[in-house]
């Protein structure tokens, strides 16, 4: 069984950045993949970023890739997602979710484990 909760959310202006965290309760942490999903109102769930077990194989959707950072700390069994150069368009609820696949991949269904999310909130 595998708890997750998120932190960091919040205001931000466009332009700016904002780190999310992400806190596992998990015996064999290093064996899952973990993404960040979000949801904006009246939107699908989209993937956002994911992280295979080890830390070495990231993936990244084409709207955030060079502006998202994934990383992990499987001492600590956290993951963090570092926003810069934040869009208006960026606003929706982020959520971490795990696997026990290898990669993260970026099917929500892949995802047996979930956060309750957090609000990212980024103004013009």
């Known amino acids: 069984q595998v708890q997750l909760v998120e932190s960091g959310g919040g205001l931000a202006q466009a332009g700016g950045s904002l780190r999310l965290s992400c806190a596992a309760s998990a015996r064999f942490f290093s064996t899952y993949a973990v993404a960040w999903f979000r949801q904006a109102p009246g939107k699908e769930r989209e993937f956002v970023a994911g992280i295979d077990g080890t830390g070495s194989t990231m993936n990244y959707a084409d709207n955030v890739k060079g502006r998202f950072t994934i990383s992990r700390d499987n001492a600590k069994k956290s993951v963090h997602l570092q926003m810069n150069s934040l869009k208006r368009e960026d606003t929706a609820v982020y959520s971490c979710?795990?696997?026990?696949?290898?990669?993260?991949?970026?099917?929500?269904?892949?995802?047996?484990?979930w956060g309750q999310g957090t609000q990212v909130t980024v103004s013009s």
């Open positions: 979710a795990a696997t026990s696949y290898i990669l993260a991949t970026p099917q929500d269904h892949h995802y047996n484990y």
